[in-house]
């Protein structure tokens, strides 16, 4: 059973940067690992979306500029840096898998969840 592991939420200041982590315990592996965000009642947003073959990514305009999605396929890991924070960034942050190699921002088009991460940005 294949496993999505997110680490690395915290509480920072507006203007600070955290780095969170996707970690893929399992086989098979999906071609596209996205970044999602659920703030307290609201819908989920897509954030970022990477290829883990060839490494195109997409990203939500709201965190163009300040967020950066990789991957480690070495280790399995897809990372997301986000830079710059402000207040709406706050959300719990959700890393998801998709077989298709189209790249989306879409949940629907996601097959495998992980527990989340919390990220509360403070003015």
């Known amino acids: 059973q294949v496993q999505l592991v997110e680490s690395g939420g915290d509480s920072v200041e507006v203007g600070g940067s955290l780095r969170l982590s996707c970690t893929v315990d399992?086989?098979?592996?999906?071609?596209?690992y996205g970044w999602f965000r659920q703030a307290a009642g609201e819908e989920y947003e897509g954030v970022a979306a990477?290829?883990?073959?060839?490494?195109?990514?997409i990203y939500a305009d709201s965190v163009k500029g300040r967020f950066t999605i990789s991957r480690d396929n070495a280790k399995n890991t897809v990372y997301l840096q986000m830079n710059n924070l402000k207040p709406e960034d706050t959300a719990m942050y959700y890393c998801?898998?998709?077989?298709?190699?189209?790249?989306?921002?879409?949940?629907?088009?996601?097959?495998?969840w992980g527990q989340g991460t919390q990220v509360t940005v403070s003015s």
């Open positions: 998801a898998g998709r077989y298709a190699t189209t790249l989306m921002l879409d949940e629907a088009g996601y097959t495998e």
């Open positions: 399992g086989y098979p592996y999906k071609n596209i």
């Open positions: 990477i290829s883990r073959g060839d490494g195109r990514t």
